[in-house]
Each structure stands twice: as structure tokens, then as C-alpha cells.
């Protein structure tokens, strides 16, 4: 093993001191976890993934929630199985719509005589298992490559990092990811030192659980061989690559083997022919990038992989084309290449950039670690590339797998301050004292957690939003509120509520009159009634806010309330106005859909009514527009319709035309077209 610098031998710990040290930041990290399990309500995802994981350990079907692999999903699911829950009735809608309505009628539904956290609870003390995991792995380690010290210092900054705390037990796919990519390349470390078929099948199989708790883990294999070809150009030796390298091949088959047993060996979706909504081929087709339909369909063609792991490969690829995102309070149909940069630097604890940053001056020239160094760099570098060059840009935690390589780079920092003098050591155990003050200053609202260089959480709204600050897990804290407050009316209350539909808020007994979010609106279509000025408690989720669904500026329906001073916040991600409110374009959208129902239900009078409302209220809005100009053009109203067709077709080529929809120009300039067909 290669030497690394250790305190002076009167100043170590035992072996049975570090362990119980260890232990004893274990059980710290244990029971905040479990206290935050217990704080937040479910989030956006949460619900439908749960019901997933039940779903395939008693039907074995996959068709629900394939856009997920499912190793995170079945262990969330596992507390469950002796319960004998019953399923809901399935609802005949497309595959995504149906997860997360089905989610949440199994999570909440009367039938299971659940109140969420019957069922939510033991799901997440399952998942705990993964960031509990991650850190005994990170703790050994670290203390291979560079010493008890330094494993325990890393240890002590893990337990306290607000972020892994956030979404520690949350029933969502970060933390397992980064958990199996961590013990991969620590798996492949060990093998590379001591190369045996034990330590290469559990390369293997650390390799699979990764690519099986997220698709991002199906660049585990990628990141070995940029560690195979550092190690090669280190030794200098091209035999040595293609032993590593076919070291690589035999990993990359376990992983595919492992992908297959955890869907039971069985290509299709579910049994007796089911098929996924919509199917394999079609959905590979409708993809934004034609080279990647040529390889998923090639993938697919030579069974390479189950189907629904491939329908999970399209819609990643497929969400990420259609997802806004949210930076220094603007929105882009694309996130820019800085997202993930300046989300790192605003969500990481300043302890850890300074260590980090400080890594360079504290580097023992003595010892050679140069190994140690590429072994934690390349994973980071590499992850980090990909995620950069991504526009999956909806929040900080896709990077979680990178955090424990950085950590242990920052226990390696602190160790050797130890070791460099009386004021480098002062300032060390400052860090750490710093990282474990502000984790608990920001406790339990972890989830809009920022450092303080960009002004603590409260501040971080101003640059990031979604996961990053609002992912609907605040309902409990608002019901205590509302309650405290004597708010809790529907009658003289309003709530936009960021997943909404999801998750409702009746279900944790919040009961406010429902203001439209993008998924309420119009992917649920979920009952509203909203007038054009509304008055009492209004409550406003912080990604509603902020246009992530709207669009920003003239695109964005909560603009009145960007300006004014909340009178409360809750969870640093909801937040609470008084008085009265005109809200114009929020109720003439809602016409809009109320226009829809009426001309599907052949009410074609009451229907144009409802059309001419919306544009009245909503002039320079493309889709109040658009959808008077359809009601026209129904009628027969060829004139009219025309001009409302151009006025759609203008408004939606000048108002952030990247954020309107894409839909909107083309079926304008046909709708023009038509309409002139039929007056000539």
C-alpha cells in the first residue's frame, strides 16, 4: 500500500477508538436522517416511484415508472410487502400521467387507509440504507488511501453536509446513484492493487447496482477506463492498459448481467404481452436526437438490454430536451453550460470549497499520492463534464455523485493541516466546527440549503430554484402554519402548490382554494375556479414563482407577486402574501381550459363566451389568442379567426419566443392558411 502521511504515533487513535469514533458519526448522521424523513412530505417523485416499487415485487411489472431503473425503487418498496396493500384501479391514461395518479391514490387512497406516512416512512428508512452505506464506504476508503485521520475528518464533513442530509431518505434515485458509482471506482481501486476474480466480479457488481439505481450510472464503466489509461500512462506500461481494459469488458457484461436479474430476465415489460404507453419503437422514434434513436433502436434490435431499461434510456434523453431551467432569476428552454458550476459553488458548504481549494498548498510533496489523486479527480472531472455539457438542468442534485470523492479529498486537506502547523491546524478543526454549525443552522429545511457567500437559504431563490429550493416538501410545515395562523380556511385561502396533482395538499390536510400550476392546469387538469382578482391568504410555491413551468416575465402568471414582500416563508421554498390580488392572465388561462371542456362537450356558444373572457382578461397572450382563434375557426368564423391566428403567431415570435410553445407558431401560420383557404 502506498504510504500517506499519519500523525505522530503518541497523537493516533486506535483502531477500536477510530472505529467507535466512526460509529458514533454514523448514528449522528442516522437520526438526522430519520428526522428529516419524518419532517418532509412527500415530494414530486416520491409517491410514484413508491408505487412502482411495490408494483414490480407483486405484478412484476415495469410499464409504470420505466422512465426510472428500479433497484431504488424495489428497496424502498420492501417494508411494504407484508402489508398486502391494495392496488388502484388503473385509469386508462398515457404511462406518466397514470404513475404519478396511481402513485399517489396508493400512497394516500382510502382504500390502504393511509395517511402518507404509513407508507412513506419505512419506504424511507429503506433508502437510508444508501446514504448510510456511502458513508462507511467513503470512511474506508479514505482511510485506505490516506489514513484514519483523514477518513474520519471526511467522515465528520459528510454527516454534516446539508445536501446529502436533504435528500438522504427521500425515495428518489440521487443518493443510490452516487452510493454504487462511489463503491465501483473504490471496488475497481482495490482490484487495480491486488488483481483477483473476487475483486473483479465485485467491480461487476457494484458497476451494475449503479447503472440499475440510475441511468447516469451507465457511466461507471467509461469512468474505469479513464482510470485504466491514467494508470497505464503512470506506469508507463501498454500491457498493463490492456489487462485493465479487459478488466473493463468483464465488468461492463456483470453490470448488463445485474440490469437483466433485477428484471427478472425477461425483456418485456410486464407479463401476458402488456405492453408500454406508447411503445418501444415509436417512443425511440419521437426522440429530439436522431443519432441517439439509431443507438437505442440498435440496442434494442440486438437485445442488448431489457425494454423498459431502453424506454427509461429515450425518456432521460427526451426530458432532457423538453426541460426549462432556472438561473439568476431568468428561464431558458435550455440551461446554459454555467448551471452546474454556479449550482455547485452556491449549494457546497464554503468548508468544503476552502479545503478544497486549499488542497494544492497542503499536498505532501514528500509522499507520493499521485495514484490516490487520479483515483478521486478523474470520476469527479469526468461526471462533472457530462452533467456540464447535459440540460437536464433542474437541480444540484445530480451532482451528488461527486461529493463523496471531494470529500475525501477535503479529510486528506484536513489531515495534513494537522500535520503543518499549530495555525494550520486551528484553522482546520475552524472548518470542520464551521461545516457542522452551518448544517445545523439550516436544519431541517435542508432543501434550499446555500452557503453563505450567496447569503444562506434565504437567498438561494434568487439563483436557483426547482430541487434546489421547492420540490413540494414542505406541506407539513404549511398545515402547521395555516393552523397556527388560523388560515386554514378554503374559503378566505390560495395555494399554488409545485406539485400539485402529485401530491394534493388536502392530503395532509391543507385546504385552500387551488391556484393553476403547469402540471395542475394543464397535465392533470385538476378542478379550479379563479377569478380575475382573488383576496385572503395566498400561499405560492417558490418554482411556481420563479416561471419554472410558466416561463418568466410576461410568460409567468405569478408576476404580481414577484415584487412584494412575503409575510411569511415557509421552508425557505413557500411563500405566504395578505391582501388582495389581480391576477388577469392566471384566470384567463384557466377560461382557456374551461373553453376546451365546453367545445369538447358541444357547448359551442358558452364555449366562445369563455374564449372572449380569456382575451379580454389576457390580451397579449399567445394562447388566450390561439385558443379564441380554434373556437372561430370551429364556428366557421373564417374572418375572425384569421386575426386571431396572426395575433397568436406575433405574440408568440416576440414574448420569449424559446419559451413559448413549440406548437404555438406552426399551428398559427396553419391556421392563417386555412382560414384564408376558406375565404377565398
Known sequence: MISSTQPPRSRRLTTPQQLLAALALLLIFA???????RVYSANWDEAHHLYDGYNIWTHHDYRSNAEVPPLVKLTAAL?????????????????????????????????????????????????????????????????????????????????????????????????????????????????????????????????????????????????????????????????????RLAACAIILFCAIALIWAFYGFRSAPAPNGLALSPTLAPYIASMPSKA????????????????PYIWGLANTKKTEFEYTS????????????????????????????ILLAALPWLWDKRASHTRELYVLLIPVLFYFAIVTSSHMDIGARHLMPIYPFLYALAGFAIAQALQRSRPWAIAACALVLWQIATSLHAAPDYMAYGNEAWGGPSQVH?????????????????????????????????????????????????????????????????????????????????????????????????????????IATIQHGVYVYQGTFAVPLMSA??????????????????????????VALAPDSAITQMNLADVLASQNNWPEARTHYALAGQLARTIRPELQDEDMVPRSDAGIKLAQSHLQ
Open 589 to 614: 388561462l384557466v377560461d382557456v381550459r374551461k373553453t376546451r371542456e365546453l367545445a369538447a362537450a358541444h357547448h359551442p356558444t358558452e364555449a366562445l363566451a369563455m374564449a372572449q373572457q380569456a
Open 462 to 566: 434568487r439563483y436557483l430554484s426547482d430541487a434546489n429550493v421547492d420540490w413540494g416538501q414542505q406541506l407539513k410545515s404549511i398545515k402547521l402554519y395555516l393552523d397556527q395562523n388560523h388560515s386554514n380556511d378554503p374559503n378566505a385561502s390560495w395555494f399554488a402548490y409545485f406539485p400539485d396533482g402529485a401530491v394534493q395538499p388536502s392530503d395532509y390536510g391543507v385546504h385552500c382554494k387551488r391556484l393553476p400550476t403547469g402540471s395542475s392546469l394543464w397535465w392533470f387538469q385538476l378542478p379550479m375556479d379563479v377569478p380575475p382578482v382573488i383576496s385572503g391568504t395566498v400561499l405560492i410555491s417558490d418554482s411556481d414563482l420563479e416561471g419554472v413551468e410558466s416561463g418568466d416575465g410576461p410568460l409567468n402568471w405569478f408576476n404580481p407577486f414577484r415584487d412584494l414582500k412575503p
Open 79 to 243: 417494508p411494504l410487502l407484508p402489508m398486502h396493500l391494495t392496488m388502484p384501479p388503473d385509469l386508462g391514461l398515457s404511462q406518466g400521467e397514470e404513475a404519478f395518479l396511481d402513485g399517489r391514490a396508493f400512497v394516500f387512497g382510502s382504500a390502504n387507509g393511509n395517511n402518507g406516512d404509513r407508507l412513506l416512512f419505512p419506504a424511507r428508512m429503506a433508502c437510508m440504507i444508501f446514504p448510510l452505506l456511502l458513508a462507511v464506504l467513503l470512511f474506508c476508503a479514505t482511510r485506505e488511501l490516506f489514513g484514519p485521520t483523514a477518513a474520519l475528518a471526511a467522515l465528520t464533513l459528510f454527516v454534516f453536509d446539508p445536501n446529502l442530509l436533504a435528500h438522504g431518505t427521500l425515495i428518489s434515485t440521487d443518493l443510490g446513484s452516487a452510493c454504487f458509482l462511489f463503491a465501483t471506482v473504490y471496488a475497481f481501486y482495490r482490484y487495480t492493487k491486488s488483481p483477483t476474480p473476487a475483486r473483479l466480479l465485485l467491480v461487476g457488481l457494484a458497476a451494475g447496482l449503479a447503472m440499475s439505481a440510475k441511468f447516469t450510472g451507465i457511466f461507471a464503466v467509461p469512468t474505469l477506463v479513464l482510470l485504466a489509461i491514467a494508470e497505464s500512462l503512470h506506469t508507463r506500461s501498454l500491457t498493463l492498459l490492456w489487462r
Open 326 to 353: 432556472y438561473l439568476f432569476g431568468k428561464m431558458y428552454r435550455h440551461g446554459p453550460w454555467q448551471y452546474f458550476p454556479t449550482a455547485f459553488l452556491i449549494k457546497s458548504t464554503l468548508p468544503l470549497l
Open 292 to 307: 441517439n434513436a439509431a443507438e437505442l433502436t440498435l440496442i434494442a434490435k440486438l437485445h442488448l438490454l431489457p425494454e
Open 31 to 37: 437520526l438526522q436522517l430519520i428526522h428529516v424523513a
